[in-house]
C-alpha cells in the first residue's frame, strides 16, 4: 500500500499557474503508474493527466496546459498547471496504480476565480 499526500492548490486567477505536488511513501514509487484527477463540484471524478514507463497521457480538456512529470528519486509526482480557466476549479487527486491495487491521496482544493 501506497500513501500519497498532495499539496500546492490554492486561489489562482484566470490564466494563472499552479504546481501539485504528490509525495508518495511505503512502496516502490517507480513501479506504480501515477495519475491525476480531478472532481468538481456536482460532477464525476474524471482523469486528467497519468505517467508511466515515461510516457504521459493526458485529457483533452487539458492538453498544451498541464503537464505531469514525477521524481523517482524524492518519490514525487507533479501536475503542473498553466492558463488555468475557472472550469479548472475542482479538487484534485493523486492516484497510484498497480496492478489491482489503487490508492488515493486526500485531494488538494484548486479554484480559478477572478
Known amino acids: 500500500q501506497v500513501q500519497l499526500v498532495e499539496s500546492g492548490g490554492g486561489l489562482v486567477q484566470p490564466g494563472g499557474s499552479l504546481r501539485l505536488s504528490c509525495a508518495t511513501s511505503?512502496?516502490?514509487?517507480?513501479?506504480?503508474?501515477m495519475g491525476w484527477y480531478r472532481q468538481a463540484p456536482g460532477k464525476s471524478r474524471e482523469l486528467v493527466a497519468v505517467?508511466?514507463?515515461?510516457?504521459?497521457n493526458y485529457a483533452d480538456s487539458v492538453k498544451g496546459r498541464f503537464t505531469i512529470s514525477r521524481d523517482n528519486a524524492k518519490n514525487t509526482v507533479y501536475l503542473q498547471v498553466n492558463s488555468l480557466k475557472p472550469e479548472d476549479t475542482a479538487v484534485y487527486y493523486c492516484?497510484?496504480?498497480?496492478?489491482?491495487?489503487?490508492?488515493w491521496g486526500q485531494g488538494t482544493q484548486v479554484t480559478v476565480s477572478s
Open positions: 505517467t508511466s514507463g515515461g510516457s504521459a
Open positions: 511505503g512502496s516502490i514509487f517507480s513501479l506504480y503508474t
Open positions: 492516484n497510484a496504480q498497480r496492478g489491482a491495487r489503487t490508492s
